[in-house]
């Protein structure tokens, strides 16, 4: 904390200060966290528009500390990327999932988990490769039941973006989907999504949000779901939170919305 000229304390400081101290101690206690499986997973529904079914549920990572309080994975992940503890934080989530996925298989035979993944997982060729067909086999689940979302942001910095895409085409080849997830926050383009191995893209919640207020976001997202049709693509949007957003989206011709008005996310138990 910083005296001002004044002798006033910076309220700024203050802040950045508590900010510093939060972020150390979710630095240090993460591992111990991970370890005793205090970390949860939550499901949330994504529905299908033609057969009015949910067929996806996408894992959320969560955490609750008695003395930090909710821990929000937009937290979480930035730290966990920075300490090292993203690889073990993703293969966790992936395995909660494979779990699921195979118990759910006698009363859902038809149902896949679509789980978050951070580019420093795929940073280290075949390492996610690896990670996965190990977690697969412990668990009996088969790929198809599992689907990996990359965010568009992410896939376009890497520096080793044609190591990423092989690997991405290798884990296609077994089974697992891609989606590109935030799509419309990023700057894909039309030849670099030519490239990609994804068979689904996901509009950002940001879109939908002012998609029934504002007129140019109603453009912006229709000719976001052209695009992604024309490339022949499965699209979703999710922050879904009303009927208005859901009916203009359905008659866009969105293939699945998520969000609140969907469903929110929940317990494994209570799917
Ligand atoms: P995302 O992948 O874009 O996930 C959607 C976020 O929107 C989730 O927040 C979800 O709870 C929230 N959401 C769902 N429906 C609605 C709605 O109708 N309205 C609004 N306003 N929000 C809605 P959450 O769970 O806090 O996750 C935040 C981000 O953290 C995720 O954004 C994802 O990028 C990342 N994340 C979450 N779990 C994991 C994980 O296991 N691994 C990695 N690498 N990232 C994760
Ligand atoms: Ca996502
Ligand atoms: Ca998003
Ligand atoms: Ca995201």
């Not at 503890?85 to 006698?106: F, R």
Request: glycine residues 6%; hydrophobic residues 40%.
């Amino acid at each position: 904390i910083r005296e001002q000229g004044g002798g006033r304390i910076s309220s700024l400081s203050v802040e950045s200060h508590k900010d510093l101290n939060r972020r150390s101690i979710i630095d240090k206690k993460m591992l111990t966290a991970l370890d005793h499986r205090n970390l949860q997973v939550v499901y949330q529904p994504q529905l299908d528009i033609a057969t009015g079914k949910v067929h996806v549920y996408e894992a959320l990572v969560r955490w609750e500390d008695e003395e930090l309080g909710q821990i929000s994975p937009d937290e979480l992940i930035p730290i966990a990327e920075e300490n090292g503890l993203i690889h073990a934080i993703g293969a966790y989530v992936i395995e909660e999932a494979a779990n699921l996925a195979v118990k759910l298989t006698t009363e859902k035979p038809d149902i896949s988990i679509s789980v978050n993944t951070s580019v420093r997982e795929f940073s280290n060729s075949s390492q996610m490769r690896e990670k996965l067909s190990t977690i697969l086999e412990q668990t009996m689940c088969p790929p198809e039941k599992i689907q990996l979302e990359i965010t568009e942001k992410f896939a376009f910095q890497a520096e080793q973006e044609k190591a990423i895409v092989n690997e991405m085409k290798a884990l296609q080849e077994t089974g697992i989907q891609f989606i590109l997830d935030d799509f419309g926050t990023g700057y894909a383009s039309f030849r670099y999504m030519q490239n990609l191995p994804i068979s689904k893209v996901k509009i950002d919640k940001i879109f939908i949000q002012s998609l029934t207020t504002m007129p140019k976001t109603r453009q912006l997202v229709e000719g976001m779901i052209l695009f992604g049709k024309s490339m022949g693509l499965y699209v979703i949007a999710e922050g879904v939170e009303t009927e208005e957003q859901f009916e203009t989206l359905k008659e866009m011709g969105v293939d699945a919305v998520q969000g609140y008005y969907i469903g929110v996310p929940m317990k494994e138990t209570d799917i």
